[in-house]
């Protein structure tokens, strides 16, 4: 396969980070900057690839906390939904919701990412976006359509959903991103969540209680 994965459980709320390479360029894109910008930067000079893009898939903090020190590090762009844009300013006042004193401000988005579907290409690395909101204003999930992978942020995890009670949130909506965005891909796509491990969307099609329940719910 051209393109290698290599995933990163890091932070507070062991959120996964994401590393995406074309292993014949060895030219890399990070997925969700969460707070560890030394291990994040550590793991990348471990494979020997270069981290040219960073992507979020939605502003919350434990995805974008290390943004500013890769960006500062490296140089590289930092691309996000255009919903998010105004969240990021938001920082400190969800750092002093979960409690956690002072934080680092994130990077200021280089490119803004619209609702609309957009591909993000770097040599042999081909991410269309699905926007999935729900969870959060201005979330994104991003599929690789040729190695049937799908990093799904925090819209769908291992048997649950992304939670809808932080601002923004809205249950309905992520539903409805759920169903008409990521359940409409085959079977055997795999699923690479903002938490927890590893699934399908054929896994999570036949057994996750919170799709069930709605499709049970439906006249």
């Not at 502003?59 to 960006?71: E, G, M, Q």
């Not at 969307?201 to 719910?217: M, V």
Request: glycine share 8%; aromatic share 6%; charged share 20%.
């Amino acid at each position: 396969m051209p393109v290698k994965i290599k995933s990163l459980t890091l932070g507070a709320f062991a959120t996964n980070a994401y590393l995406i390479a074309d292993q014949q360029t060895g030219n890399a894109v990070l997925i969700d900057p969460v707070d560890d910008a030394p291990a994040i930067l550590a793991a990348a000079a471990e494979e020997n690839w270069t981290i040219k893009l960073m992507i979020a898939t939605h502003a919350h903090i434990d995805h974008v906390l290390a943004s500013a020190a890769v960006k500062d590090a490296l140089g590289i762009p930092f691309c996000i939904h255009a919903e998010c844009a105004p969240l990021l300013d938001e920082i400190p006042l969800q750092a002093m919701y979960f409690g956690l004193g002072d934080v680092p401000a994130p990077a200021q988005p280089d490119r803004l990412l619209t609702s609309e579907p957009e591909v993000i290409a770097l040599d042999a690395i081909r991410l269309e976006s699905l926007y999935t909101p729900g969870h959060a204003p201005g979330h994104l999930s991003f599929y690789l359509p040729d190695q049937k992978i799908l990093f799904s942020g925090d819209s769908l995890f291992a048997g649950s959903i992304g939670r809808t009670d932080l601002p923004g949130g809205d249950h309905h909506q992520l539903m409805r991103s759920i169903l008409s965005k990521l359940m409409t891909l085959e079977d055997d796509v795999q699923v690479l969540p903002g938490h927890m491990g590893a699934t399908t969307i054929g896994r999570e099609r036949r057994a996750n209680p919170f799709l069930l329940s709605h499709a049970g719910d439906q006249p």
